[in-house]
């Protein structure tokens, strides 16, 4: 900088006081404004010459120099048994190139679910606390579960912001309460407003691999639709593309980078190429397939030598009972889904390879965590359309497969015509040797998921299990223990909640230290436990992942108060396998006191809240308007903050003016795999509801509309939520048709598909234009008003 004298009287008085406000050293140790700071002066003919040199303050350096980078992965409906690296029968090798430079966990735990997991992962606190007691699309007005993450409970980017890091988040987020996902915000609840730097990815809970609805930091953006495109892959680029950005821009910066894909949640989208790879591998069946990795598992070293293999639950579906017709629909499911989980692996291997390539891998610090919860049973008995079970649709898989034989059969399986899932007989597997599925916090198979640690410059190799029990909040205070960061009292004015979690970083280099985590509740859908001091007490809950329909049943004979317990010692029981409550009466009892007393700490009461929703449809979180006025301008508005069409009664009236044989959509909500479209043919108007890829119901004029202006009007009336609909098509005021929805979608027809007028963005929800995507409207729509009845 250079230094040069400035002449007092030939400055402006405002642009004098400019400089001093704006000097490095231009306030006094009490705080008050100096007119400059002190400096050798001297006077000639009545002018004061002032001498300076201005330098700049020195920026804080609140890191030690060598403070490593900070990649989190973590994989979504995964479970315990399907990792080649930990026995399974799925090919990893990033996972296993990863476990063979660090160390492996064993007894790592998720909360069982998807957006309680993120909170806590995010948060260092437990779900609840952080009002995420279920996901964001069932969030209720109960305190635990409200879908909001207080700003008393910063997250890691926020907290580590302050500290010079740079931060992105790519891929799923399903953090923000779903009626707050609109154009409009608030944002501050959004990845960028709780402190990530940068967003690529979705919102919601899931999407397809195909057709994303992404958005870049607050922006919408359609996904290129060429052949060959897929989310997953999409990840990768577009996160080598903003490390580049990072090594450019910022170089003397740390990274922290969360990548969290969509996969392999439903629907199970993938390239035929790699569910080809498994043709054949699991023809006998999901009892044998446990059979074998359990043997594995053990052959490994990866689970206790005692481990016992726990059985079957008696509602759940023996392979040899599955009929002959079926077996070809089930096993492709199956290979369907392990090409899915070997292509999400390899995607991965892509980003630490990219690592490699820029030269910071040696300091980065990966936690590859192979799942957000246990693998899922959603699939039910085996599905084409996942969301039947969200919305407790009574279905069989002679209905599935019909419907799938009109999309092209086996062959569709993976597509964007389908969104598939396999039966839960495959998830109970993949949990081998552990009890239950993903939404179940009672047992191991929905909660324990196998973690790998790998960070070249601070942990050496070591093969032999970390068999401490840890929890997913337990990240956080992991990373500000190695980064040298305290337990933050303050953030961005906010008062902090204490972090519940605890470091793990003391079992990087001894494989037997004595676990520091004393106690761990659990709890979801009323499914519930807590570990203390090696025992674990717990509880099942009325609800049936792999049966959802059955629990309205159970659920009206559901007394929490008079359920039964279970309780384990797990220093001699890996696997759950081993029940003692009756054996041990008082310990079970301190057990049972021990967890209402952390659910009450906790915000967990009411017990069950996060299954109001689920049979409470009529409160599922919405828009709070009865009434709309859109226009063409209207686009990706998400399902759950746009009117309930396909659910409620309403009245739509489309007012437009139409060429000859005009053909386009005139609004459209949902996607391919449910919803409901109006749009007019050559002229023809047409309605068609799609209920989830089961069954389509259509409405259609017998004749084209005459060019011109015209009003159209659809009426549908219905009871309740999930009961029959009536649909007039009224144009001009004139009936023209009408049909009749035998059955409707009580909560959505999809996660994070949209309502849009005049275009059908997203996966389209009509076969009939589904290739001609997405089929805009060749009118003029001039308003479409919604009331509901």
């Known amino acids: 900088m250079f230094a040069r004298p400035f002449i007092a009287a030939a400055l402006s008085p405002f642009l004098l006081l400019s400089i001093a406000a704006t000097t490095a050293s231009a306030q006094s140790?009490?705080?008050?404004?100096?007119?400059?700071?002190?400096?050798?002066?001297?006077?000639?003919?009545?002018?004061?010459?002032?001498?300076?040199?201005?330098?700049?303050?020195e920026q804080p350096q609140r890191l030690p120099d060598d403070a490593p980078n900070v990649l989190i992965v973590l994989i979504d409906d995964v479970g315990f048994g399907q990792t080649d690296t930990f026995g399974g029968e799925i090919h990893t090798p990033t996972l296993s190139r990863l476990a063979q430079e660090g160390v492996s966990y064993n007894r790592f735990h998720t909360t069982s679910i998807c957006s309680p997991t993120r909170a806590a992962l995010l948060t260092g606190r437990n779900h609840h606390r952080v009002g995420n007691g279920t996901i964001a699309e069932r969030a209720s007005d109960f305190d635990g579960y409200t879908g909001v993450i207080p700003k008393s409970s910063a997250t890691l980017p926020e907290v580590l912001h302050h500290y010079g890091y740079k931060s992105a988040a790519f891929g799923k987020w399903h953090n923000t309460p779903a009626n707050q996902t609109t154009a409009m915000g608030p944002f501050d609840r959004w990845p960028t407003g709780h402190g990530f730097d940068y967003f690529y990815g979705f919102l919601a809970g899931e999407?397809?691999?195909?057709?994303?609805?992404?958005?870049?930091?607050?922006?919408?953006?359609?996904?290129?639709?060429?052949?060959?495109?897929?989310?997953?892959?999409?990840?990768?680029?577009?996160?080598?593309?903003?490390?580049?950005?990072?090594?450019?821009?910022?170089?003397?910066?740390?990274?922290?980078?969360?990548?969290?894909?969509?996969?392999?949640?439903?629907?199970?989208?993938?390239?035929?190429?790699?569910?080809?790879?498994?043709?054949?591998?699991?023809?006998?069946?999901?009892?044998?397939?446990?059979?074998?990795?359990?043997?594995?598992?053990?052959?490994?070293?990866?689970?206790?030598?005692?481990?016992?293999?726990?059985?079957?639950?008696?509602?759940?579906?023996?392979?040899?009972?599955?009929?002959?017709?079926?077996?070809?629909?089930?096993?492709?499911?199956?290979?369907?889904?392990?090409?899915?989980?070997?292509?999400?692996?390899?995607?991965?291997?892509?980003?630490?390879?990219?690592?490699?390539?820029?030269?910071?891998?040696?300091?980065?610090?990966?936690f590859y965590i192979w799942g957000d919860n246990g693998a899922s049973a959603e699939g039910q008995q085996g599905s084409i359309s996942e969301v039947l079970a969200q919305n407790n649709i009574p279905n069989t898989v002679e209905q599935q497969i019909d419907a799938l034989d009109q999309l092209g059969g086996l062959a569709a399986l993976g597509t964007s015509k389908t969104d598939n899932m396999y039966h839960a007989g495959w998830a109970w597997a993949g949990s081998t040797p552990l009890r239950s599925t993903k939404l179940?916090?009672?047992?191991?198979?929905?909660?324990?998921?196998?973690?790998?640690?790998?960070?070249?410059?601070?942990?050496?190799?070591?093969?032999?299990?970390?068999?401490?029990?840890?929890?997913?909040?337990?990240?956080?205070?992991?990373?500000?223990?190695?980064?040298?960061?305290?337990?933050?009292?303050?953030?961005?004015?906010?008062?902090?909640d204490p972090i519940e979690g605890v470091s793990m970083a003391y079992s990087f280099a001894d494989a037997n230290a004595k676990g520091q985590k004393k106690?761990?509740?659990?709890?979801?859908?009323?499914?519930?436990?807590?570990?203390?001091?090696?025992?674990?007490?717990?509880?099942?809950?009325?609800?049936?992942?792999?049966?959802?329909?059955?629990?309205?049943?159970?659920?009206?004979?559901?007394?929490?108060?008079?359920?039964?317990?279970?309780?384990?010692?797990?220093?001699?029981?890996?696997?759950?396998?081993?029940?003692?409550?009756?054996?041990?009466?008082?310990?079970?009892?301190?057990?049972?006191?021990?967890?209402?007393?952390?659910?009450?700490?906790?915000?967990?009461?009411?017990?069950?809240?996060?299954?109001?929703?689920?049979?409470?449809?009529?409160?599922?979180?919405?828009?709070?308007?009865?009434?709309?006025?859109?226009?063409?301008?209207?686009?990706?508005?998400?399902?759950?903050?746009a009117p309930g069409l396909g659910k409620k009664s309403n009245v739509v009236t489309v007012e437009l003016d139409a060429g000859a044989n005009a053909s386009g959509v005139l609004y459209a909500l949902g996607g391919s795999s449910g919803g409901l479209t109006l749009y007019m043919d050559e002229g023809k108007l047409v309605y068609e509801y799609n209920m989830l890829l089961l069954e389509r119901y259509r409405a259609e004029t017998s004749k084209p509309l005459s060019p011109g202006e015209h009003t159209i009007e659809v009426d549908t009336t219905l009871a309740k939520p999930g009961a029959p609909a009536t649909v007039i098509l009224?144009?001009?005021?004139?009936?023209?048709?009408?049909?009749?929805?035998?059955?409707?979608?009580?909560?959505?027809?999809?996660?994070?598909?949209?309502?849009?007028?005049?275009?059908?963005?997203?996966?389209?929800?009509?076969?009939?234009?589904?290739?001609?995507?997405?089929?805009?409207?060749?009118?003029?729509?001039?308003?479409?008003?919604?009331?509901?009845?």
């Not at 960070?455 to 956080?476: L, M």
């Not at 959505?748 to 076969?767: I, N, Q, R």
Request: some cysteine.
């Open 29 to 57: 140790s009490d705080g008050s404004v100096l007119p400059f700071p002190p400096v050798p002066s001297a006077s000639h003919a009545g002018e004061t010459i002032l001498k300076s040199e201005m330098q700049w303050r």
């Open 207 to 366: 999407t397809s691999q195909y057709e994303p609805r992404l958005y870049e930091n607050l922006d919408p953006i359609e996904p290129p639709h060429e052949e060959g495109y897929h989310l997953t892959e999409d990840m990768v680029d577009k996160a080598m593309a903003w490390l580049k950005r990072h090594q450019a821009f910022s170089p003397d910066k740390p990274f922290l980078m969360y990548w969290a894909p969509g996969a392999v949640h439903g629907p199970h989208h993938v390239f035929s190429e790699w569910a080809d790879k498994y043709q054949g591998k699991f023809d006998d069946g999901w009892d044998a397939y446990r059979e074998r990795v359990f043997k594995r598992q053990k052959q490994l070293g990866w689970i206790p030598a005692n481990t016992k293999l726990t059985p079957r639950p008696d509602s759940l579906a023996a392979w040899d009972r599955i009929p002959e017709s079926q077996r070809a629909f089930q096993r492709r499911l199956m290979e369907v889904f392990a090409g899915f989980a070997e292509h999400t692996d390899a995607q991965v291997g892509k980003l630490v390879d990219g690592l490699e390539q820029l030269g910071v891998r040696e300091n980065t610090l990966i």
């Open 440 to 496: 179940v916090a009672a047992h191991f198979g929905g909660t324990r998921n196998p973690m790998v640690v790998s960070w070249p410059k601070g942990i050496q190799p070591d093969e032999s299990p970390r068999s401490q029990f840890h929890h997913v909040n337990d990240i956080v205070p992991t990373v500000y223990d190695i980064v040298g960061v305290p337990e933050p009292k303050t953030v961005n004015g906010y008062e902090q």
């Open 519 to 641: 106690t761990q509740y659990f709890e979801n859908n009323a499914s519930r436990g807590v570990y203390h001091d090696g025992w674990f007490a717990c509880t099942f809950g009325p609800f049936l992942p792999w049966d959802t329909p059955s629990t309205a049943a159970r659920l009206q004979a559901w007394n929490p108060s008079e359920e039964k317990w279970e309780l384990y010692n797990l220093e001699s029981d890996f696997s759950q396998a081993n029940d003692l409550a009756e054996s041990e009466p008082g310990r079970l009892a301190e057990m049972k006191q021990l967890f209402l007393d952390e659910a009450k700490a906790n915000k967990v009461l009411p017990i069950g809240g996060g299954l109001w929703t689920r049979f409470h449809p009529e409160d599922v979180i919405s828009s709070p308007y009865t009434s709309w006025r859109f226009d063409a301008a209207t686009q990706r508005m998400p399902e759950f903050t």
């Open 730 to 789: 009224k144009v001009d005021g004139k009936e023209l048709a009408r049909t009749i929805v035998e059955r409707t979608v009580p909560l959505a027809f999809t996660a994070s598909e949209t309502f849009d007028v005049g275009v059908d963005l997203g996966a389209p929800v009509s076969l009939d234009y589904a290739e001609r995507r997405p089929f805009e409207f060749d009118g003029t729509i001039k308003q479409v008003t919604v009331v509901l009845k």
